[in-house]
Structure formats: C-alpha cells, structure tokens
C-alpha cells in the first residue's frame, strides 16, 4: 500500500518538461527480449529456407544474442556497458544479414529470371519483414536514452522517441515509461505504414533506423510479395 502511495506522490511531483523528457523507467524485464527471440527460432524453423545464405546463420545470431541479454541481468555498469555493446553488434549483424537476403532474392526478380515459385517468394516476404521487425523492435529498445538500464536512471540520455504520453502529459499516468512491449509496437507500425505513426524519432540515429526499417518493409512488400502474387496470378 505504501509502494503504491509513493508512487502516487512521486507522479504527482513530476513536472511537464520531466514527462517531456521522458521520466526514469521504474524497472523493466529483460525476459520479454528472451521471449521475443525464443518466438523469432519458432518462426525460423516453421518458414521453409529460401537459398538466402546458411541455415544456421539467423539462429546462431538469436541464440548468441541471449548472452548479453543474460548479462544484462547483473548489476554493474560495466556489465552494462558490455551487455549493450554486445547486444548491439549481434543485432547490426542480423539486421545487415537481413538486407543480404533482400537482396539475394530481388536479383533473380528483377532480372526477371526468377528461380522461386510464387508460394516461396511469399513465405520469403514474410520472413524478411518479420525479421525486420523484430530485430528493429529490439534494436529501439537498446538505444533509446542509453538502454533499459540507463532509462531507470535520473541522469539518462535524451529521448531517441517521442511517445504520446510524453508529448500529451495529462494523457497517460505522469510516472509512465515505455517498456519493451512500445518499442515492438513502435516497430511494428512503422514496418507497416513505411513512416512514423505512433511515436516520433527526435535523433539523427532513430531517424535512420526508421528510414532504414521503411526502406526494407517497402522493397519487401512492393517486390518481392508484388512479384510473388504475379507469379500465383498466371499459375506458376
């Protein structure tokens, strides 16, 4: 009960500029990155393999990825630090791995000597767009003001993004902060709508990491699925 009285009181003593600038995070699990990833090996194994590159490529970068996010569990801002760094190296590479297999499957298509059935290219189309979203999904969690841990603190970063209830503080709960679960959602819409449309990026690095995340959502979907439903159209 008191718990909940101080946090009523602390709510009620943050300022609009402090919502503006994005109020401590108050804790938050890394459990539901593990689970985030344990979900992306289930989707890895359902989806055939296109020959985009190795097998085993995309789930040894998921399953080396738990090991910073374990780290991430120990307190110590050099365990931090090496968490985060690691964390990020591992999801560049996923990322730029991502891109090869765009690429690796547009050639054929646009040289018009395609060797996919309409039914791979799609089942391809939506491998690339889950992944990007996703390892995008995580990726804006780890930046954004310094990362999970550096979010609790006083002293953080400034805001990679501007959420609703940041911009409009009588909207939500004074004391909120964004948990994994708005970075996904974040990713998701923007993978969709090829721009913006839940929170908006304030730095030069979000902003490219959406325009980068539009760029492959857009090529995938206007592509490789337009060429795939070509294909199904005149009956393979």
């Not at 889950?130 to 390892?135: F, M």
């Amino acid at each position: 009960m008191s718990n909940a009285k101080d946090a009523a009181v602390d709510a009620a003593e943050i300022t609009d500029q402090e919502v503006l600038y994005g109020v401590p995070s108050r804790g938050e699990s890394r459990w539901a990155v593990v689970l985030v990833i344990i979900f992306s090996l289930f989707v890895d194994t359902l989806i055939p393999h296109l020959p985009l590159g190795p097998q085993w490529g995309y789930r040894g970068m998921l399953v080396a990825l738990l090991i910073p996010l374990c780290l991430g569990f120990l307190h110590g801002r050099r365990a931090e630090r090496w968490s985060r760094a690691i964390s990020l190296v591992i999801l560049t590479v996923l990322a730029c791995g991502n891109v090869v297999a765009l690429v690796l499957i547009l050639t054929p298509i646009l040289d018009e000597e395609s060797k996919f059935t309409g039914h791979l290219l799609i089942l391809g189309a939506v491998y690339i767009w889950l992944v990007n979203v996703l390892v995008l999904g995580i990726i804006y969690w780890e930046v954004d003001r310094g990362g999970p841990k550096a979010r609790m603190r006083a002293q953080h970063d400034p805001p990679g993004l501007l959420f609703p209830q940041m911009s409009n503080p009588g909207v939500g709960n004074r004391g909120w902060g964004p948990q994994f679960s708005d970075y996904m959602y974040v990713s998701l819409t923007n993978a969709m709508a090829f721009s913006p449309a839940d929170s908006i990026p304030l730095t030069r690095l979000c902003k490219m990491l959406m325009a980068f995340q539009s760029l492959v959502s857009l090529l995938t979907f206007a592509l490789v699925a337009g060429r795939a439903i070509n294909i199904l159209s005149q009956g393979e």
